[in-house]
């Protein structure tokens, strides 16, 4: 699935190429001209389970969401000793991965190097790893957005700010990233009257279809898991050296009552992963029109084409140290009694096996994935 910086970007695009095909001839709803650009998500971080570097062609079709993975490429990190990392590709096809433990250390810095299987060839500047702040405190309140109409999903939810210590070094960047976790009990749902191939893992549909909903539990344990869709990003210009109070990091949906896990991440960035997501902010966020930013600001600040010089490059070379804390929220303590939370409700019916069946199936695995896993996550108590 696309991560959320590839949608982000994909955004940008897109309303790009619905101009430029206002002047430039579209075949077959291709782009003649070139439009499809390599997209380089490189992290390498402190955090042994966050390094990693994928490496995606944009769709050359309007129509298309889906970046193309670019496979079978050299891709490794050199640090200022020379020390030569090298990423393999893993099962997930154009995401590339280092050696079992390998970590990123604060103060060093970092150089990336792709050459793809068609010989081209890029490099990234040296980016250098500061450390995070520990996050000190974490405040979380309710709030209503009166805008909204109580049935409204965005007029409720739980707003969650940190307290941290800024290091009195001068131009200190800082993002954060958060992940949630909720256990489930269903793990497919087939509709129209399909039902669940056991044997292709697909949900199979009947020749004519019918209103008839049948969803499959889960064959063990397994967790959902949602992240932020935002970009939220911060300088310490204004603050360097201080302690930063009450800064707002996430809202949080109002979908239930039971207690929320949160994964909270504090990132140090480098001001050129500043400046790029800075610039991605302010094209999505702004009021104006996107056709009056500057198309370059969402091409790659710190990644080169070294083949072709001309050619434009998407994505960051990110290189941050993380500092991470799990934070359960109260939300049945928190809420107002007069609102209530958007809760949705299981609709269909849970297949079982009939009665006296032989050799039947009715659960299925749960399947690794960006918003699913069956490994238990850290911190998890409930």
């Known amino acids: 699935m696309p991560t959320k910086l590839f949608r982000i970007i994909f955004y940008l695009i897109a309303i790009g190429l619905i101009s430029w095909a206002c002047i430039n001839p579209i075949v077959d709803f291709k782009q003649i001209d070139s439009t499809s650009y390599l997209t380089i998500e490189a992290d390498i971080s402190d955090d042994a389970a966050l390094n990693k570097i994928r490496i995606t062609s944009s769709a050359n079709r309007i129509i298309s969401q889906n970046p193309l993975a670019v496979t079978k490429s050299e891709v490794y990190v050199t640090d200022q000793a020379g020390n030569k990392t090298i990423f393999k590709e893993s099962a997930v096809l154009g995401t590339y991965l280092p050696p079992a433990g390998f970590v990123g250390k604060t103060g060093s810095t970092y150089k990336l190097f792709v050459k793809t299987l068609t010989g081209k060839q890029y490099e990234s500047v040296e980016e250098k790893m500061i450390p995070a702040p520990e996050i000190d405190n974490i405040v979380t309140q309710f709030e209503i957005r009166d805008q909204y109409d109580k049935v409204d999903a965005r007029r409720n939810g739980f707003s969650v700010f940190v307290d941290f210590k800024d290091s009195p070094q001068e131009g200190e960047f800082y993002m954060w990233n958060w992940k949630h976790y909720e256990k489930i009990s269903i793990c497919e749902t087939c509709e129209g009257g399909a039902t669940w191939n056991f044997k292709t893992n697909v949900c199979v549909s009947p020749r004519v279809p019918t209103e008839d909903i049948l969803n499959y539990m889960c064959d063990g344990n397994c967790w959902s898991i949602s992240t932020n869709n935002d970009l939220n990003v911060f300088s310490d210009v204004l603050t360097n050296g201080q302690r930063i109070a009450g800064r707002q990091v996430a809202r949080l949906p109002f979908d ?16 050129n992963a500043f400046n790029f997501y800075q610039s991605l902010i ?70 079982t096996c009939p009665p006296g069946s032989v050799n039947c199936q009715d659960r299925v695995p749960c399947v690794e994935s960006t918003y699913r896993t069956k490994i238990t996550p850290e911190g998890w108590n409930l």
Do not use: C, H, W
């Open 256 to 271: 239930g009552y039971s207690p929320y896990y949160l994964r909270l991440e504090q990132r140090s960035i480098t001001k």
């Open 282 to 351: 302010a094209q999505v966020q702004s009021s104006g029109s996107l056709f009056d930013v500057p198309a370059e600001t969402r091409f790659s600040i710190n990644v080169k084409a070294i083949t072709d010089p001309k050619e434009k490059v998407l994505g960051i070379f990110n290189v941050f140290s993380v500092r991470k804390k799990i934070y359960y929220i109260d939300r049945l303590k928190l809420a107002p009694k007069d609102e209530m939370a958007q809760i949705t409700y299981l609709t269909g019916e849970i297949y």
